[in-house]
């Protein structure tokens, strides 16, 4: 029987607490309960906690439905959080360590102490002595600020992971998820927003970027049209033969959908089906 497993995810407005458990010979998830609690405004501001009392008070309601949890995963979404999706050598863990470092050196991230780390990502397009692999860094303190917060809450975390890394590895553990169609996954949390290409030859692409506009501000949805739209542009600029035949947008934020499907219309997308789940059923 597959172990049972608590995942907590904080977004910039709410705090979800999901329990269940995978299979991995079959690969089958089973998702056991589900509680979604609305975050105050101003408690996490980009994955950073600003009002730790209003933060205990939402996931305690989230959290009571399960009684007393004793350990769990910790899912984040911030743009503190630097991400490449690049190919690296097959190699011991030290030496991997150090490659995944290497990663972030042309960037000026010497003002703080960050925390490296990196998932292996499953790709048909790489040798045998080869690996896709997300590599990460944090700011060290962001950390330490939840770890803080769950020691008082008398939870142990026992791991760390931010969204586009759980969407990744979810797809790459399904056997060919998407029918056959390059497919871009769009989440959309607040001001972040995250843009997952999955080819249908097997490589992914990843790319991030942070909505200017108020979300009561029409521009917030043509913000949104626009990142995806120039997104789909620097693709054809690679490969001008790439068509997106599915775009999945992931809002939990449950805003109205009309407004994307008419801020995407123009994007005349050939082919394509364009799922605008709601965040209750995403």
């Known amino acids: 029987m597959a172990k049972q497993k608590t995942v907590i995810y904080f977004s910039s407005k709410n705090v979800t607490v999901l329990q269940g458990s995978v299979n991995k010979k079959t690969k089958h998830i089973s998702v056991i309960s589900r509680i979604k609690a609305e975050m105050p405004d101003g408690a996490v501001v980009n994955g950073v906690i600003n009002d730790e009392e209003r933060l205990s008070e939402a996931f305690a309601e989230a959290s009571k439905k399960f009684g007393k949890i004793k350990s769990a995963v910790l899912v984040l979404d911030t743009t503190h959080i630097i991400s490449r999706l690049s190919v690296l050598p097959k190699c011991s863990q030290k ?5 995944v470092k290497n990663e972030f050196v ?3 991230m010497t003002d703080k102490e960050y925390i490296y780390d990196y998932a292996v990502v499953k790709s048909n397009n790489v040798t045998n002595k080869q ?6 860094a944090i700011d060290k303190t962001i950390i330490d600020t939840y770890k803080a917060f769950f020691a008082k809450m008398k939870v142990k975390i026992i791991r760390v992971d931010f969204s586009s890394n759980v969407i990744i590895q979810a797809a790459s553990a399904l056997t060919d998820p998407w029918n056959g169609k390059n497919t871009l996954v769009c989440v959309v949390d607040h001001y972040i ?5 999955f080819l249908a030859n097997g490589e992914i692409f990843f790319h991030r970027a942070r909505i200017l506009a108020s979300e009561n501000d029409e521009r917030y949805f043509k913000e949104i049209s626009d990142i995806l739209r120039s ?3 620097g693709r054809k600029s690679v490969d001008r033969n790439e068509e997106t035949g599915n775009i999945y947008i992931f809002d939990g934020n449950c805003y109205e959908q009309d407004k994307y ?16 789940p709601h965040a209750g059923s995403a």
Do not use: G, H, K
């Not at 499907?261 to 082919?271: C, D, G, R, S």
């Open 95 to 99: 030496e991997m360590d150090a490659l």
């Open 106 to 108: 042309n960037r000026n």
């Open 131 to 136: 690996q896709l692999v997300l590599s990460c």
């Open 193 to 197: 927003v995250s843009v997952i290409n």
């Open 231 to 233: 997104y789909v542009q």
């Open 261 to 276: 499907a008419e801020y995407l219309a123009p994007l005349e997308f050939t082919a394509c089906n364009v799922a605008l």
